[in-house]
């Protein structure tokens, strides 16, 4: 076995295959017959090329020429463990024409999911190349029957974390593999040659996210790949990067829910992907497409140097969202999870307390877009992660982002994303167990109010603060009521906000339809950013009908608990009494307090 595998590799050796500058010669689809022995290239593991055995068994030749395909069988070192694997997509077939010269027939393009995965379908390069390096926008879908791309690369994303990504993902009916990151620091920018493994990217940097595949055709600065679809969303403005491959990792018995896969990192950005049809993706080498930065500073309050991360995300809003909104929700997302978890030492608190101010900044406008706001979590354990305070500031962020890129009144350029966290393990909460006040007030007089609070530490304190009494109140006994804030709670689970990050739908997150136009100026995006500050204070009200709350710590309990009266002690979740007249800087003002007054004339 050894012998006939180094005999067929050093045959392989010596298949002469056009340079990677030089536009190769063709084979048109015509003079592709059954019988014939080519040359396939695709990298297997790090970046050299690799060349595999190819017959060609048949061409199937369906009711339209965009459809014929070429039944392939592959062998050889580089493909006899694994097969045709996820990622393989876009490798090359060189075959010899009547005069022996190689050329160029097709790319690999679909897995049959057969067992061990060495039979497929390539593109035929007529088609590949029928991929117009700057289309039209919009294209017709055609759905291929098992596309190579693989599943969606994403490096710098570790541990826990990866794994709710994963699953997650696995909810929205993708399939996300985490890669080890760093690997641009390891290999040099490579020359993307036929064979080569490139990343359509939608990101770089501290998380690189990307789908893998390979090199199908090279004329001067123009690149070809994967021999089928992406998302068949007509023109695009991603990433096109290098890739670095790991190695192909095997399917499990064959299975078709689990193909085989390259384990490959997105690298380096090197141009443009600005196609992307039914038979193919197409670039240009150089120039990157527009970009939007994200950077991210967590640090806990004891004042720790800030963990900051800093991605690129490649913007294609000035295009109109070829596909519902776009990665910078999950990149945001994934970097302020990954940030916070650094910045709380890899801890999972039962409770936790976190601040969070985020800046969005647009071309079209001089000053950004921003919020700030406060988190408090009173449990939130979630596979091994702070689940319920990364789902609210992922949510948060998500929103935000979703609110500009709706903007429907011309392009927008978001060129920055911003956010800085602080994050502790410390739960600073209390809660109100009696309140003083003067007993005759008179309507539109400003009086001074002290509550007496314990802390969930045991400690006890009083909070002074002035409250306006409604001018319109009439003579009488009233009942003067303040309502604090109790814990948050998201309205959907960490894996839930991460899978809705991963479909990025901007119309949907808003509720917006056609008949909706959404905010008609950019002042008016901004105040919409700006309206998602959570007031997380004390509200006062008189005569108010609430619920008696005899439990100071009843807010503590779980965000699934059923108590009486525990959703208006959680901010957020139940109704809202009172207006708000008083928010505490340094803790979080909990519980609920009442007391009788007289109302003078």
């Given at each position: 076995?050894g012998?006939?595998?180094?005999?067929?590799?050093?045959?392989?050796?010596?298949?002469?295959?056009?340079?990677?500058?030089?536009?190769?010669?063709?084979?048109?689809?015509?003079?592709?017959?059954?019988?014939?022995?080519?040359?396939?290239?695709?990298?297997?593991?790090?970046?050299?090329?690799?060349?595999?055995?190819?017959?060609?068994?048949?061409?199937?030749?369906?009711?339209?020429?965009?459809?014929?395909?070429?039944?392939?069988?592959?062998?050889?070192?580089?493909?006899?463990?694994?097969?045709?694997?996820?990622?393989?997509?876009?490798?090359?077939?060189?075959?010899?024409?009547?005069?022996?010269?190689?050329?160029?027939?097709?790319?690999?393009?679909?897995?049959?999911?057969?067992?061990?995965?060495?039979?497929?379908?390539?593109?035929?390069?007529e088609?590949?190349?029928?991929?117009?390096?700057?289309?039209?926008?919009?294209?017709?879908?055609?759905?291929?029957?098992?596309?190579l791309?693989?599943?969606?690369?994403?490096?710098?994303?570790?541990?826990?974390?990866?794994?709710?990504?994963?699953?997650?993902?696995?909810?929205?009916?993708?399939?996300?593999?985490?890669?080890?990151?760093?690997?641009?620091?390891?290999?040099?920018?490579?020359?993307?040659?036929?064979?080569?493994?490139?990343?359509?990217?939608?990101?770089?940097?501290?998380?690189?996210?990307?789908?893998?595949?390979?090199?199908?055709?090279?004329?001067?600065?123009?690149?070809?790949?994967?021999?089928h679809?992406?998302?068949?969303?007509?023109?695009?403005?991603?990433?096109?990067?290098?890739?670095?491959?790991?190695?192909?990792?095997?399917?499990?018995?064959?299975?078709?829910?689990?193909?085989?896969?390259?384990?490959?990192?997105?690298?380096?950005?090197?141009?443009?992907?600005?196609?992307?049809?039914?038979?193919?993706?197409?670039?240009?080498?150089?120039?990157?497409?527009?970009?939007?930065?994200?950077?991210?500073?967590?640090?806990?309050?004891?004042?720790?140097?800030a963990?900051?991360?800093?991605?690129?995300?490649a913007?294609?809003?000035?295009?109109?969202?070829?596909?519902?909104?776009?990665?910078?929700q999950?990149?945001?997302?994934?970097?302020?999870?990954?940030a916070?978890?650094?910045?709380?030492?890899?801890?999972?608190?039962?409770?936790?307390?976190?601040?969070?101010?985020?800046?969005?900044?647009?071309?079209?406008?001089?000053?950004?877009?921003?919020?700030?706001?406060?988190?408090?979590?009173?449990?939130?354990?979630?596979?091994?992660?702070p689940?319920?305070?990364?789902?609210?500031?992922?949510?948060?962020?998500?929103?935000?982002?979703?609110?500009?890129?709706?903007?429907?009144?011309?392009?927008l350029?978001?060129?920055?994303?911003?956010?800085?966290?602080?994050?502790?393990?410390?739960?600073r909460?209390?809660?109100?167990?009696?309140?003083?006040?003067?007993?005759?007030?008179?309507?539109?007089?400003?009086?001074?109010?002290?509550?007496?609070?314990?802390?969930?530490?045991?400690?006890?304190?009083?909070?002074?603060?002035?409250l306006?009494?409604?001018?319109?109140?009439?003579?009488?006994?009233?009942?003067?009521t303040?309502?604090?804030?109790g814990?948050?709670?998201?309205?959907?689970?960490?894996?839930?906000?991460?899978?809705?990050?991963l479909?990025g739908?901007?119309?949907t997150?808003?509720?917006?339809?056609?008949?909706?136009?959404?905010?008609?100026?950019?002042?008016?995006?901004?105040?919409?950013?700006?309206?998602?500050?959570?007031?997380?204070?004390?509200?006062?009200s008189?005569?108010?009908?609430?619920?008696?709350?005899?439990?100071?710590?009843?807010?503590?309990?779980?965000?699934?608990?059923?108590?009486?009266?525990?959703?208006?002690?959680?901010?957020?979740?139940?109704?809202?009494?009172?207006?708000?007249?008083?928010?505490?800087?340094?803790?979080?003002?909990?519980?609920?307090?009442?007391?009788?007054?007289?109302?003078?004339?």
């Amino acid at each position: 076995m050894g012998v006939r595998a180094t005999l067929l590799g050093l045959a392989l050796a010596l298949v002469c295959v056009p340079a990677a500058r030089a536009a190769a010669p063709i084979m048109p689809l015509s003079e592709v017959k059954p019988g014939m022995r080519c040359t396939g290239l695709s990298v297997v593991r790090g970046t050299s090329i690799s060349r595999f055995r190819v017959d060609v068994v048949d061409v199937v030749a369906a009711g339209l020429v965009e459809d014929a395909r070429i039944l392939v069988r592959v062998s050889g070192p580089a493909v006899d463990r694994s097969g045709i694997a996820a990622g393989f997509s876009g490798s090359p077939i060189y075959c010899p024409d009547a005069k022996g010269v190689q050329r160029n027939a097709g790319a690999i393009s679909e897995g049959l999911g057969e067992y061990g995965d060495h039979e497929g379908l390539a593109t035929p390069i007529e088609q590949v190349l029928g991929q117009r390096v700057k289309p039209p926008a919009g294209a017709r879908r055609v759905p291929a029957g098992r596309p190579l791309t693989g599943p969606l690369s994403v490096s710098g994303v570790t541990g826990p974390l990866a794994g709710v990504l994963k699953d997650a993902a696995r909810r929205a009916g993708r399939t996300v593999i985490a890669v080890p990151g760093g690997a641009t620091r390891s290999f040099p920018v490579q020359d993307l040659r036929p064979g080569a493994s490139f990343s359509a990217g939608f990101s770089s940097g501290a998380i690189a996210y990307g789908a893998i595949g390979t090199v199908s055709y090279r004329r001067g600065d123009q690149v070809w790949g994967f021999g089928h679809e992406l998302d068949a969303a007509g023109r695009r403005g991603l990433l096109l990067q290098d890739a670095f491959v790991y190695d192909v990792i095997d399917s499990p018995l064959g299975a078709v829910d689990a193909p085989s896969y390259k384990l490959a990192d997105p690298g380096h950005n090197v141009g443009t992907l600005t196609g992307d049809g039914g038979s193919g993706v197409a670039g240009r080498l150089g120039a990157l497409p527009d970009r939007t930065a994200v950077r991210v500073a967590a640090r806990d309050p004891a004042g720790a140097p800030a963990r900051s991360l800093e991605s690129t995300v490649a913007d294609e809003g000035p295009l109109g969202y070829p596909v519902d909104g776009s990665a910078l929700q999950l990149i945001t997302s994934l970097s302020l999870s990954r940030a916070t978890v650094a910045a709380l030492g890899g801890a999972v608190p039962t409770r936790a307390t976190a601040s969070m101010c985020l800046r969005i900044t647009v071309r079209e406008r001089n000053a950004p877009m921003r919020f700030c706001n406060r988190y408090l979590t009173g449990s939130g354990g979630f596979g091994g992660l702070p689940g319920l305070l990364l789902a609210d500031l992922s949510s948060d962020a998500q929103q935000a982002i979703a609110t500009v890129q709706a903007f429907r009144f011309g392009p927008l350029h978001i060129t920055g994303v911003e956010a800085s966290v602080r994050a502790g393990s410390r739960l600073r909460q209390t809660f109100m167990s009696s309140i003083r006040a003067p007993r005759r007030v008179r309507a539109g007089q400003r009086i001074r109010v002290v509550v007496r609070a314990r802390d969930v530490d045991g400690g006890t304190r009083r909070v002074g603060f002035r409250l306006t009494v409604p001018g319109d109140l009439k003579p009488g006994i009233r009942t003067l009521t303040l309502t604090g804030t109790g814990t948050d709670e998201p309205e959907s689970d960490f894996t839930a906000v991460l899978g809705h990050a991963l479909l990025g739908d901007t119309s949907t997150d808003l509720g917006l339809d056609s008949n909706d136009p959404g905010p008609r100026t950019l002042d008016d995006v901004a105040d919409e950013v700006s309206s998602l500050r959570r007031f997380d204070g004390v509200r006062a009200s008189f005569d108010m009908d609430v619920p008696d709350v005899t439990d100071p710590f009843a807010g503590l309990g779980s965000p699934d608990s059923s108590e009486p009266g525990l959703d208006v002690l959680a901010g957020g979740a139940g109704e809202i009494f009172g207006d708000p007249v008083f928010r505490s800087k340094r803790l979080r003002i909990s519980g609920q307090v009442s007391l009788e007054v007289r109302v003078k004339r």
